[in-house]
């Protein structure tokens, strides 16, 4: 997975404040906020926006995000799995 930074020229780009991944329409942010310790994640596909991290480091960052996103994920794939596998009822409100 492929992270792009903020980083000025010149300046390391592990030293950016965000960092972007697109996969399609997918796009995941790990990101600073000013004036606030940690890390933060957003995912607008995933309606994950600002939520904080518990990692300190960059690298611990990304990975616990790919941990959050899997279980969302998962849950998502478990409610669409129910909806195919329930019989079909046609009904009026």
Same mark, same amino acid.
């Given at each position: 997975? $492929?992270? +792009? &930074? *903020?980083?000025?020229?010149?300046?390391? +780009?592990?030293?950016?404040?965000?960092?972007?991944?697109?996969?399609? &329409? +997918?796009? /995941?942010?790990?990101? #600073?906020?000013? *004036?606030?310790?940690?890390?933060?994640? *957003?995912? !607008?596909?995933?309606?994950?926006?600002? !939520?904080?991290?518990?990692?300190?480091?960059?690298?611990?960052?990304? $990975?616990? &995000? $790919?941990?959050?996103?899997?279980? #969302?994920?998962? &849950? /998502?794939?478990? #409610?669409?799995?129910?909806?195919?596998?329930?019989? /079909?009822? /046609?009904?009026?409100?």
């Amino acid at each position: 997975m $492929k992270f +792009v &930074s *903020n980083a000025k020229f010149g300046i390391p +780009v592990e030293d950016g404040t965000i960092f972007r991944a697109k996969s399609g &329409s +997918v796009e /995941i942010s790990i990101h #600073r906020i000013t *004036n606030c310790d940690g890390w933060f994640l *957003n995912c !607008k596909a995933l309606g994950y926006w600002d !939520k904080e991290l518990e990692s300190d480091s960059l690298m611990a960052a990304i $990975k616990e &995000s $790919k941990g959050i996103i899997e279980k #969302r994920m998962e &849950s /998502i794939q478990k #409610r669409i799995k129910e909806i195919y596998e329930t019989p /079909i009822e /046609i009904a009026r409100y």
